[in-house]
């Protein structure tokens, strides 16, 4: 229907846009501090990115994705996640030839088919951060206070990190041989997705959310007791340099993230107000990645804040600020003589940076006095036909009440001192 939005899409209205401006200024100001730069990278790439980059294993690619081919036969995707396209940018422009690692965040929709419920929709939005170039724990440490700071700006402190380790490509072959024989014999009792995940991906298996899997897949094998010593020593540095940030943690052996990507860090932040569908944060290191996608062996880190998450959040605790659409001066012509006179005074008095608006309806003085309460305006400038004979205006003072006759020519100065005063 013309006349209604996509299932699964939303509209960002006027009365609600200033909450996700508040979002993204916190976001921005935590970037700055932390010395992220920003990237905003096109809202569709060639499906061959996210399939190598995400992988082919993921919900992401076997359900979840955009795809279409273009008028060039290419196929196209709409951007699922950014990491992908990030990595691909960071290619491409030849950013490991900077300061390293590359610090870059992001904000902006992505796009997943997926069953709209609360706090997620097919077009949605993220804000990311990520960190390419540095395998030291001491920057996955940094990713993951960036992403608490955040959050706990917004004022969202009820906050639980879960962490883990998934290991790398040395030792996850062991642990993925231990899980399998553990899975063996119930995996048939299982849904359909973990079946074939046992063979492709068995340690997706661990992040079904049906309640009969977990409870088959209960006291399976931990990835940390297989961890080599280069991922167990990693794994314990991150943890003392958590702790010594202040940064409480649990350690979830369940977590291992949607993405094939991910080596070693794997992280998680949930805000528990939020009940079932408490995650508002998850992230992890993804050391193969770039390699992956066609560039030399560089290790990186990152996460992603779904924002209409972190909104619905500070709906539900009454954190998000008030609507601030009032404005300086509100300019009340009265009569077609004073239109023009109105017009110009509006049009230099924007360009000093006064906000301002007047009436476009040639409305009543009543009328018009009543719609600068709503907006609300702080003065009114009131042109009749004896203010434009005299160059004046009549401004008036809207929360005490007084009025005085302003030299049109001048009130400019006039009016800023007034409303400093």
Same mark, same amino acid.
């Given at each position: 229907?013309?006349?209604?939005?996509?299932?699964?899409?939303?509209?960002?209205?006027?009365?609600?846009?200033?909450?996700?401006?508040?979002?993204?200024?916190?976001?921005?100001?935590?970037?700055?501090?932390?010395?992220?730069?920003?990237?905003?990278?096109?809202?569709?790439?060639?499906?061959?990115?996210?399939?190598?980059?995400? !992988?082919?294993?993921?919900?992401?690619?076997?359900?979840?994705?955009?795809?279409?081919?273009?008028?060039?036969?290419?196929?196209?995707?709409?951007?699922?996640?950014?990491?992908?396209?990030? @990595?691909?940018?960071?290619?491409?422009?030849?950013?490991?030839?900077?300061?390293?690692?590359?610090?870059? /965040?992001?904000? !902006?929709?992505?796009?997943?088919?997926?069953?709209?419920?609360?706090?997620?929709?097919?077009?949605?939005?993220?804000?990311?951060?990520?960190? *390419?170039?540095?395998? !030291?724990?001491?920057?996955?440490?940094?990713?993951?206070?960036?992403?608490?700071?955040?959050?706990?700006?917004?004022?969202?402190?009820?906050?639980?990190? %879960?962490?883990?380790?998934?290991?790398?490509?040395?030792?996850?072959? =062991?642990?993925?041989?231990?899980?399998?024989?553990?899975?063996?014999?119930?995996?048939?009792?299982?849904?359909?997705?973990?079946?074939?995940?046992?063979?492709?991906?068995?340690?997706? *298996?661990?992040?079904?959310?049906?309640?009969?899997?977990?409870?088959?897949?209960?006291?399976?094998?931990?990835?940390?007791?297989?961890?080599?010593?280069?991922?167990?020593?990693?794994?314990?540095?991150?943890?003392?340099?958590?702790?010594?940030?202040? @940064?409480?943690?649990?350690?979830?052996?369940?977590? =291992?993230?949607?993405?094939?990507?991910?080596?070693?860090?794997?992280?998680?932040?949930?805000?528990?107000?939020?009940?079932?569908?408490?995650? @508002?944060?998850?992230?992890?290191?993804?050391?193969?990645? *770039?390699?992956?996608?066609?560039?030399?062996?560089?290790?990186?880190?990152?996460?992603?804040?779904?924002?209409?998450?972190?909104?619905?959040?500070?709906?539900?605790?009454?954190?998000?600020?008030?609507?601030? %659409?009032?404005?300086?001066?509100?300019?009340?012509?009265?009569?077609? %003589?004073?239109?023009?006179?109105? /017009?110009?005074?509006?049009?230099?008095?924007?360009?000093?940076?006064?906000?301002?608006?007047?009436?476009?309806?040639?409305?009543?003085?009543?009328?018009?006095?009543?719609?600068?309460?709503?907006?609300?305006?702080?003065?009114?400038?009131? *042109?009749?036909?004896?203010?434009?004979?005299?160059?004046?205006?009549?401004?008036?003072?809207?929360?005490?009440?007084?009025?005085?006759?302003?030299?049109?020519?001048?009130?400019?100065?006039?009016?800023?001192?007034?409303?400093?005063?």
């Amino acid at each position: 229907m013309l006349t209604t939005a996509p299932r699964g899409t939303k509209d960002i209205l006027p009365d609600t846009s200033g909450h996700w401006q508040y979002i993204e200024e916190t976001a921005y100001t935590v970037c700055r501090t932390y010395g992220y730069s920003e990237i905003r990278t096109p809202v569709f790439e060639h499906t061959e990115l996210f399939l190598r980059g995400i !992988g082919e294993t993921t919900d992401i690619v076997d359900k979840e994705m955009y795809t279409f081919t273009d008028r060039g036969e290419r196929s196209i995707t709409l951007r699922p996640e950014n990491t992908a396209a990030v @990595v691909r940018a960071f290619l491409e422009h030849k950013l490991y030839a900077g300061p390293q690692p590359t610090k870059l /965040f992001y904000m !902006g929709p992505m796009f997943r088919y997926d069953r709209p419920q609360a706090g997620r929709y097919r077009q949605f939005h993220q804000f990311g951060v990520e960190a *390419i170039g540095s395998k !030291g724990a001491a920057i996955d440490a940094e990713i993951i206070v960036l992403a608490v700071q955040f959050l706990r700006k917004l004022g969202l402190n009820e906050l639980k990190l %879960n962490i883990n380790s998934v290991g790398c490509p040395q030792c996850r072959p =062991v642990y993925r041989t231990r899980l399998q024989e553990f899975l063996k014999e119930k995996v048939t009792a299982m849904c359909g997705d973990c079946q074939s995940r046992f063979d492709r991906n068995p340690m997706r *298996i661990l992040d079904c959310k049906k309640e009969a899997c977990t409870a088959l897949s209960q006291g399976a094998p931990q990835m940390v007791d297989c961890l080599c010593d280069e991922c167990q020593a990693h794994f314990s540095q991150l943890k003392d340099l958590l702790t010594a940030a202040d @940064v409480e943690f649990v350690l979830n052996p369940r977590l =291992v993230r949607g993405l094939d990507y991910y080596t070693k860090t794997a992280f998680e932040i949930q805000y528990s107000p939020l009940g079932a569908q408490s995650a @508002v944060c998850g992230g992890g290191r993804y050391d193969g990645l *770039i390699e992956e996608c066609g560039g030399q062996p560089t290790p990186g880190i990152g996460f992603a804040i779904g924002l209409e998450r972190v909104l619905l959040a500070l709906e539900k605790q009454n954190l998000l600020p008030q609507a601030k %659409n009032d404005i300086d001066l509100y300019i009340a012509p009265l009569g077609e %003589n004073a239109q023009a006179p109105a /017009f110009r005074l509006l049009c230099q008095l924007r360009q000093e940076g006064i906000a301002c608006d007047m009436d476009f309806l040639n409305r009543s003085l009543k009328a018009q006095m009543k719609y600068a309460n709503k907006y609300p305006a702080k003065f009114v400038a009131i *042109i009749g036909e004896e203010e434009v004979q005299q160059n004046k205006v009549m401004l008036k003072n809207m929360e005490t009440g007084e009025q005085q006759l302003i030299d049109m020519d001048t009130i400019q100065q006039q009016f800023k001192a007034e409303r400093k005063g």
